[in-house]
């Protein structure tokens, strides 16, 4: 079974940095792409960040300049450096895998989700 965990949350004043860590772990064949998202309550979960397979990187407009996805040295981690944080990047960051996992003639691909870290942005 895949799992993907974050950690890094946490409070922080405007214009400080944070850096989010997720790792997946579990039988996994390979990894298509990982990335970032964000939710506050009342409002959809909304793509922060995405890294795929060739390193290829997307960002949202809103985190362009301020924020850096990379790969880890170990396999299927993923982070998020943030820095020159606003209050409103304050909300619930998710890990996302888009990953293969199983055994050869049982692969199965699927989309995963961490269970969220909380990050809060003071003024």
């Known amino acids: 079974q895949v799992q993907l965990v974050e950690s890094g949350g946490g409070l922080v004043q405007a214009g400080g940095s944070l850096r989010l860590s997720c790792a997946a772990s579990?039988?996994?064949?390979?990894?298509?792409?990982m990335g970032w998202y964000r939710q506050v309550p009342g409002k959809q979960r909304e793509r922060v960040a995405v890294?795929?397979?060739?390193?290829?990187?997307n960002y949202a407009d809103s985190v362009k300049g301020r924020f850096t996805i990379s790969r880890g040295n170990a396999e299927n981690t993923v982070y998020l450096q943030m820095n020159s944080l606003k209050p409103e990047d304050t909300a619930v960051y998710y890990c996302?895998?888009?990953?293969?996992?199983?055994?050869?003639?049982?692969?199965?691909?699927?989309?995963?989700w961490g269970q969220g870290t909380q990050v809060t942005v003071s003024s």
């Open positions: 996302n895998g888009d990953l293969v996992s199983g055994t050869p003639g049982r692969f199965t691909r699927g989309n995963y």
């Open positions: 890294i795929n397979s060739d390193e290829l990187t």
């Open positions: 579990g039988i996994i064949y390979s990894n298509n792409a």
